[in-house]
Each structure stands twice: as C-alpha cells, then as structure tokens.
C-alpha cells in the first residue's frame, strides 16, 4: 500500500491551499477517509474525515476553514484549506480509516504505521 499526498507549501497568513491524497497497491475498499496534521513538538492529529455517504467531521480548530472532499476514484480526496492561520502550520498526512465496510472490516495501513510522506504546509504571518 502506498500512501501519496501532494500539495503543500508556504503560504500567507489567510491564504489558501488544496491538498490531494491517493492511495494505491490495493484495492480500495474504505468507506471512510481522514486528514491527519503533526505540527512540531505536537502528535499526530485527525482534523477531518469523509465517509462514503458523504459525512465529514471536522477538529474545531479548522471547521468553517478547511473542507474535505472525495475524488471522481475513491481511492482519491483532497482538503481545501482556506484563511489558513500560522497555526495550521504542520506536516499533513492522509490515510484510509479502519472501519467496516460492505459488511468487511478492513483495517487502515496507519494501524500497521504505514503512512505517506505527508506533505509540508508552511504558514507566515
């Protein structure tokens, strides 16, 4: 399983960004999504999820800023990330959410530390 998000870089404060992920090497039997952040000095984070029926949760810090969205293939979502705060600066990461599905469980490649590179989101003020 691989793990790619994309999208990241430096950024003004209130300026805006969009994130993509893509997951390959299996087939993609999620039913729910979700964007990760680890600032420095912090742990990792969920700050959103997207599920199948189109649910999406959001951490306080960035609801009414940021929206998660699926992509035309469900191996596939973004999140965009508008009036962007210094705050949000971080390493951000995308992953499927164990969970089941169809009636399956399917357990996320994160539960075995499998994550992408993440992707570097700068914000100056």
């Known amino acids: 399983v691989q793990i790619e998000e994309s999208g990241g870089g430096p950024v003004q404060a209130g300026g805006s960004l969009k994130l993509s992920c893509v997951v390959s090497?299996?087939?993609?039997?999620?039913?729910?999504m979700g964007w990760y952040r680890q600032a420095p000095g912090n742990e990792r984070e969920l700050i959103s999820t997207i599920s199948s029926d189109g649910t999406t949760t959001y951490v306080d810090s960035v609801k009414g800023r940021f929206t998660i969205s699926q992509g035309d293939a469900k191996n596939k979502w973004f999140l965009e990330m508008n009036n962007l705060k210094t705050e949000d600066t971080a390493l951000y990461y995308c992953?499927?959410?164990?969970?089941?599905?169809?009636?399956?469980?399917?357990?996320?490649?994160?539960?075995?530390?499998?994550w992408g590179q993440g992707t570097q989101v700068t914000v100056s003020s």
């Open positions: 992953a499927p959410i164990s969970g089941t599905c169809g009636g399956y469980f399917y357990a996320s490649p994160v539960d075995f530390d499998t």
């Open positions: 090497g299996q087939m993609f039997n999620y039913c729910k």
